[in-house]
DNA sequence: CGAATAGTGTCTTTAAGACATTATATT
DNA sequence: AATATAATGTCTTAAAGACACTATTCG
């Protein structure tokens, strides 16, 4: 153990994380999408123990040569499982716990990952058997799940139910160039419940994070609709009061 | 390394974390009060390396004998410092880079904790030469801290200033009894603006998280004023729109 | 033209802001 | 009574909800 009397330079020479009893830190990742007309979740059955052939959240542990942070971390393991490089990704709480994991005490950072359908390819990772998006819903239960990765979902589903109603979040679940209906449909099939168009678009045209392409519509047996995309760089947009309040 | 023929049983026999190169994992806390009538944050000065010497966020290592899970690391820290068991206390967000500590790659859970000023006992802790609270105001800069510690104070504080606007947190800066006005100076002391008290009070009977003493009251030489608590075991309450839109 | 969906306008409702007024203690 | 702060009431404002109405394409 190091003294108080040596310099910084001497004393990093002689640490060594070994000689201490650490956690285990891993990086797991909740990634939804929307893909006919439903909500789903990314699982991954497990290849090794513990927990194997069981499914699970996706995730892994940090590369301490490659990944510079958390979130590089998560984005490797996002591309690995999806092919997706750069989705909507904040960093959703921290899990740690004795009991999670019988190899003994671990930790994990959860990410949260939103990809619209269109962009992701599955590709079978070399330590899972199976990568395979579930649908959210009540009638379909998902499978019993690895480690607290049950718990660890049901906060992200709040997350993601919470900041819907408040934020420009949904805007995430699409395409790059949707139309303000398709917008509403996402918002609405996320919350479950309808909303009103004009309340709805005021909303949408005050937040200001949309930016209309100039002459593009999306045609049908009907009147065309304006197709609009994100404004670049400028993250989420917060609404100063929520969607609902009863 | 273990194979997937085995058991798992067999798999946890044979399992050694020390097989592999892993990051340093800890806990770090934002403990804030209002003393004075100025927010305040809690620093202890490094005993050792590394940045021995310098201020720091208050934290250390998960004890994987005695902590069941990563809250109860920062519940003992906390006690440790300041003494206070039952703090408002939230995960604030999860660092970690190759960068941020000289040992290595490092992660950290950190915990931001609210407490009134009147249950504080400063301790020395045994790896701590000195712990103190610090004001936070423009004038006066806070010292150069270790690690990415200004980043993460930063972190919190816009945690803080965001989440007084929309919820009754402000309130667990008070003492168990205060009054209305005490409380609308708290807020007010935070967001840095004065706010109108027939609004405010409004707001605050709406959120329903208060209950009176009957008959208990705040002397002066002025009309004597009700005192409330906070209604137990209610957890936060958020309001359907932020304090103030402009 | 009819069907269908896009897009807008008007009135109501809700919760907050501005600000005045009343209430009740001490000195 | 004067003073100080507590507590409440009224009017206005901002943003959302309800709902009707107009617009524009295809078949």
Excluded: C
Excluded at 43 to 71: C, T, Y
Excluded at 186 to 208: H, V
């Amino acid at each position: 153990m190091a003294s108080k009397q040596q310099s910084e330079k001497e004393f990093l020479k002689n640490y060594n994380i070994h000689d201490y009893e650490v956690p285990l830190t891993s990086v797991d990742l909740v990634i939804f999408t929307v893909r006919e007309e439903r909500l789903h979740v990314l699982l991954v059955k497990r290849a090794d123990h513990p927990f194997m052939g069981q499914w699970s959240l996706p995730g892994g542990f940090i590369d301490v040569h490659k990944d510079k942070n958390l979130e590089a971390t998560a984005l490797r393991k996002l591309k690995e499982k999806t092919g997706v490089k750069a989705p909507y990704l904040e960093q959703l709480q921290g899990f740690g716990s004795k009991t999670r994991d019988p190899r003994g005490w671990s930790s994990t950072f959860v990410y949260f990952a939103l990809i619209p359908s269109d962009l992701v390819e599955l590709s079978q990772g070399s330590a899972v058997d199976a990568v395979q998006w579930f649908p959210i819903a009540q009638d379909q239960p998902l499978p019993h799940l690895a480690f607290d990765h049950t718990e660890i979902l049901e906060v992200a589903l709040q997350r993601l139910y919470n900041k819907v109603e408040y934020s420009s979040l949904a805007a995430h679940l699409l395409p790059a160039e949707f139309t303000l209906s398709e917008l509403q449909q996402m918002y609405q099939l996320i919350l479950g419940r309808p909303l009103d168009k004009s309340a709805f678009r005021k909303r949408i045209k005050e937040g200001d994070f949309l930016e209309e392409l100039n002459g593009q519509f999306r045609y049908g047996s009907n009147r065309p609709a304006q197709l609009y995309r994100l404004k670049q760089g400028l993250g989420l947009v917060y609404y100063a009061r929520s969607l609902s309040s009863d």
